[in-house]
């Protein structure tokens, strides 16, 4: 009995879209290699950041913001490269100390504004939005007990409205003991969403969204930056930055 057509095993390796998937992923590293080296020279300033929080919606307005200015977020790997792993292969003068900067979710900002705006502008700008499960909770949040309001008691009743009662059956699915009484989503007693240190749950990012409560905040923050007329690479800590001169061994921290 001939073997069936659709048993037959196709190998990554031979597939046409696997094989053009990867042509793309190549061609997209190749450009940003490219652009970046472009950018080296053209600035007086690159810039290494890390994002806390990500979201794409705070990440396009860091580049409206910066229209002045080139950023990169892609592979860490390709954009240490282009800055150079070594004096040897470095794009110009110690952009190379730049590189061991870029682990985890960062970026590069090339740019000619000084660091104390560029710092300024980032320390100011830190939009809240709604949590996702895994972040850390920044602090508590209680659902008092009796008539349950939209904002689930952080702002006073007055400025409120009582919580429609079609969204209780999905409180009670997520574990809040409510219950309806004359057409009102009440409860009979406190109901602890989640307390300051808690890792949060999809059920609790759920409810803290359901009350209107931003708990994650997007944050920019500046690691280290090089200066094209000196060479010289700064390391910030903390929002505070201090000038460090470079030697041939690598960079002088404190």
């Known amino acids: 009995m001939p073997s069936s057509k659709r048993a037959k095993v196709v190998h990554l390796s031979k597939n046409p879209s696997s094989a053009a998937q990867k042509k793309t ?26 994002v806390d929080n990500m979201r794409n919606t705070y990440l396009k307005d860091v580049r409206s913001e910066l229209v002045d200015s080139r ?8 954009m240490a ?35 104390a705006a560029v710092l300024a502008h980032f320390d100011a ?24 309001y939209t904002r689930g008691g952080e702002v ?31 409860l009979e007693q406190d109901f602890v969403v989640c307390s300051k240190g808690d890792v949060l749950g999809s059920g609790q990012t759920t409810l803290l969204k359901t009350f209107g409560v931003t708990m994650a905040e997007f944050r920019v923050a500046i690691r280290a930056y090089w200066h094209s007329e000196t060479g010289q690479v700064t390391v910030v800590k903390g929002g505070d930055y201090d000038t460090m001169d470079v030697e041939n061994s690598g960079e002088i921290i404190k």
């Open 81 to 115: 490269k282009a800055l150079g792993d070594s004096p040897a292969t470095e794009a110009q003068l110690g952009t190379s100390l730049l590189a061991p900067h870029l682990t985890g979710q960062v970026g590069l900002i090339f740019s000619s504004r000084d660091p």
């Open 71 to 78: 950023l990169f977020f892609g592979k860490t790997k390709v």
């Open 156 to 186: 006073n009743q007055d400025e409120d409205v009582p919580l429609a009662h079609s969204v209780e059956p999905t409180l009670r699915k997520l574990g809040v003991p409510t219950r309806l009484v004359k057409g009102k989503v009440e």
């Open 25 to 50: 992923c190549k061609i997209q590293a190749q450009k940003l290699y490219d652009n970046i080296r472009q950018a080296i020279p053209r600035y007086a300033y690159a810039y290494v950041f890390a």
């Open 125 to 148: 700008f830190r939009p809240l939005d709604y949590a996702r499960a895994g972040i850390i909770a920044p602090r508590s949040f209680i659902l008092p007990k009796g008539t349950l």
